[in-house]
């Protein structure tokens, strides 16, 4: 718990604001938000398809939100926007290691310990490695041109890890032609804690060379107080939660037709003490459990035009980091579970991605286009767990009968009765393609495939130890697993555009996930050593279109997936509680996704999204620790909610003094279970948020709000209330503050 007060927050925001006035900087509400509003609804350009193409062009289910509006409902981190989306749930556990999911493609709402099914991606280069994910990067928004949210599978364009669909976030490059700068205070306090919270953001951008080379810097900090009170280390408002971030970009363009873009990212997040919590705002630990985890992502691209085509070359090397330490409250050796004497775990892991694409895409042409690449990615990854009891040692060596006559030297050398280290290597090596066709103005068919050579290899050491009389090895055991797969994941759609604004589109995809190593298989008889892939196949029919002068806007999806050999995060059974994953049965999915936005007039805007799906298995999910041996066909999966919505009113004013806005948002999701054979649900809450905005200058906007204004008290997950430490997160209580930005 830090000692920040609310005034030194206030300072250290007005600090950060006064420096952008001194410098002539914008800060993270853009120009564009204090002028006058057009009549009608901006369509945003993307890159889903590896092209610059409008949102309501693309043939696929697709959401993106602008970098202005990210500013303008104040959003920070995943959880602020991403629940807003159709078709998307977020598993909200742990800062750093929350998962997006998309259309119920997940078996559990705490974190997959395989590859995610959401792919996560920066300006198009992957940042999650295959296997159980030390970090998901949660980029900040600040200085975000956008986010883009693809739903279904997309193994065909950007390979494994997107069963569900992929989230892309796309941020600002340096502009070769204009002096830019940026900077945003924020302060504000959230119910149950007892410090501020505070944000210091700012950017420069540099021509160098004007239209040839130009830099642009972007600086963050960010400090969510922490609401939780634990009393078992006697102090309140433990979950304090620190982000920091840097992200540079240089942009280079000596010719006409070549452009090279430098990107470099680096992010990392502080948690005092974890978020889950056993009653009320009560978390009880014997002591703090504090995670830590990073990123510093480095990229650069070649863009060139070749004549008969653009020419793409993207490399980069991603290098994460994260440290945890979770307590416990077993017995184990020595019988303590209170106290100091208590067992805790330490955890340290760390993973290198290197990645390379090279692409070609036709120019723009009326009726055919098409696009041809390769992809290769090594991802190293090395992993150490340990869990100590203190005293342990000792108490084994004065209690030889109950440990084998063993030594505590030798079962609990360092009061370590447990850990395992992990080393893995992944190769993925893809070709993909897609090809466009116009038969004539309305109707085009587009047809692409992957073909994936993936290959992994593990190497797991168990050291000797022990938890518990009766459970011990008096020697390290070490065994090693090797995966090869390859194969084709294909994809069709048809499209047919009647008339300027409106298109209908059928699409089938496919999506895969690599499988891995069971790090627990050598504690236990009965865990698998290493578990295959998985696949989903999407079946799915929409339509987009604009009315009213382009005032309206409307997207509707009908999907099936077809889930097979779901990779399942189960756990033995008490008192280890061993994680480990294992290819059992299949799913569907079946659902309906709407998203529509109203332009009422220059002053009112309505914006609704609203997802129904249901999610079950197909087949029964054997289980061999379970109770009835397994989960029977027909169980819903973990998280899976039929219903799912958001709405929003805005108004804005923008010919009045001051140019006021007032926003009025609303999300509700229905509850659903947290975890195969668990009788515990989350959701079916409602949350409401208030914004409201004034300009006292054409370069200055003062931005009021209030999150959860209710203070619903929503549980997001409980995937371990059935055991000895009852364990489930809520949604942040209500929350208020101040942003100030200032723009030139």
């Not at 949102?55 to 629940?83: C, E, F, M, T, W």
């Not at 998203?595 to 002053?603: C, D, L, Y």
């Not at 989960?631 to 998280?639: F, N, V």
Request: with cysteine.
């Amino acid at each position: 718990m830090r000692k920040t007060t609310l005034m030194s927050a206030a300072s250290l925001s007005a600090c950060a604001i006064a420096a952008g006035l001194s410098l002539g900087v914008t800060t993270s509400v853009s120009a564009q938000t204090v002028a006058t509003p057009v009549t009608e609804l901006d369509a945003l350009i993307v890159t889903a398809t590896k092209r610059n193409e409008s949102v309501r062009d693309v043939a696929i289910p697709i959401s993106a939100v602008s970098g202005a509006d990210l500013q303008k409902v104040n959003a920070n981190s995943l959880a602020d926007y991403i629940v807003r989306l159709p078709g998307v749930t977020f598993n909200d556990y742990q800062p750093g290691i929350s998962e997006v999911v998309v259309r119920g493609i997940a078996a559990t709402t705490y974190h997959e310990q395989g590859q995610t099914t959401t792919g996560y991606y920066l300006n198009e280069v992957v940042v999650v490695e295959p296997g159980f994910p030390i970090g998901i990067p949660d980029v900040d928004t600040f200085d975000l041109d956008r986010v883009e949210v693809l739903r279904g599978p997309q193994g065909t364009l950007f390979g494994s890890s997107t069963l569900g669909g992929l989230v892309n976030y796309v941020a600002k490059m340096a502009n070769t032609s204009q002096y830019q700068a940026a900077a945003s205070g924020l302060v504000g306090t959230t119910k149950n804690a007892g410090q501020a919270n505070y944000a210091i953001k700012a950017m420069v951008n540099i021509p160098i060379i004007e239209d040839k080379l130009g830099v642009r810097l972007t600086g963050l900090q960010r400090f969510d107080a922490g609401f939780l009170d634990n009393p078992g280390t006697k102090e309140d408002g433990v979950n304090d939660f620190r982000t920091r971030g840097l992200r540079g970009s240089l942009v280079f363009t000596p010719a006409e037709g070549t452009k090279l873009t430098f990107l470099s990212a680096y992010q990392d997040s502080l948690l005092d003490d974890q978020t889950y919590l056993s009653h009320d705002y009560v978390r009880n630990s014997a002591r703090a459990e504090p995670q830590e985890t990073d990123f510093w992502l480095n990229s650069l691209r070649l863009d060139q035009d070749v004549g008969f085509a653009d020419l793409t070359l993207l490399g980069s090397t991603n290098h994460k980091t994260n440290s945890t330490t979770y307590s416990y409250p077993y017995a184990y050796v020595t019988g303590v579970t209170t106290g100091s004497g208590s067992a805790y775990s330490l955890g340290a892991a760390k993973a290198d991605i290197d990645t390379f694409e090279g692409r070609l895409a036709s120019k723009e042409d009326d009726r055919l286009k098409w696009l041809i690449g390769a992809s290769y990615m090594r991802a190293k990854k090395s992993s150490a767990d340990r869990i100590y009891q203190p005293g342990a040692a000792a108490y084994i060596t004065a209690h030889p009968g109950d440990f084998g006559g063993y030594s505590g030297s030798v079962l609990a050398p360092g009061d370590a009765i447990y850990g395992y280290i992990s080393d893995t290597v992944n190769k993925d090596f893809g070709i993909f393609g897609e090809v466009s066709y116009k038969f004539n103005p309305q109707w085009e068919i587009t047809v692409g495939g992957r073909y994936y050579d993936t290959k992994n290899t593990a190497t797991i050491t168990n050291a000797a130890g022990s938890l518990g009389a009766g459970s011990y090895s008096p020697t390290a055991s070490t065994f090693g697993t090797s995966q090869k797969e390859d194969g084709f994941t294909p994809k069709v759609t048809l499209a047919f555009r009647p008339q300027k604004g409106v298109m209908a589109y059928a699409t089938y995809s496919r999506g895969f996930r690599v499988g891995g190593p069971n790090p627990n298989a050598a504690i236990l008889p009965g865990i698998p050593t290493s578990y295959g892939s998985d696949t989903v196949d999407n079946y799915e029919a929409g339509l987009k279109t604009t009315l009213l002068e382009n005032r309206l806007s409307l997207d509707i999806s009908v999907f099936h997936l077809k889930w097979k050999d779901i990779q399942a995060r189960l756990f033995t059974a008490a008192p280890y509680f061993y994680s480990y994953v294992t290819n059992a049965g299949s799913a569907k999915v079946d659902g309906v996704e709407f998203a529509g936005q109203f332009k009422v007039s220059q002053h009112i805007t309505f914006s609704n999204s609203t997802t129904y799906q249901e999610a079950k298995l197909t087949t029964m999910l054997p289980d061999s620790f379970a109770v009835g041996g397994g989960y029977a066909a027909g169980t819903t999966l973990p998280g899976s909610s039929k219903w799912s919505t958001s709405n929003t009113l805005s108004f804005e004013f923008p010919e009045v003094s001051l140019q006021p806005t007032f926003e009025v948002a609303h999300r509700y999701l229905s509850k659903a279970p947290v975890a195969f054979g668990n009788p515990n649900t989350r959701g079916d809450f409602n949350i409401f948020d208030l914004r409201a905005s004034i300009a006292p200058t054409d370069k200055v906007r003062v931005l009021g709000f209030v999150n959860n204004f209710t203070n619903e008290y929503g549980i997001l997950n409980a995937p371990f209330t059935d055991q000895a430490a009852p364990a489930y997160s809520i949604v942040r209580p209500r929350t208020a503050g101040v942003r100030v930005d200032v723009t030139f």
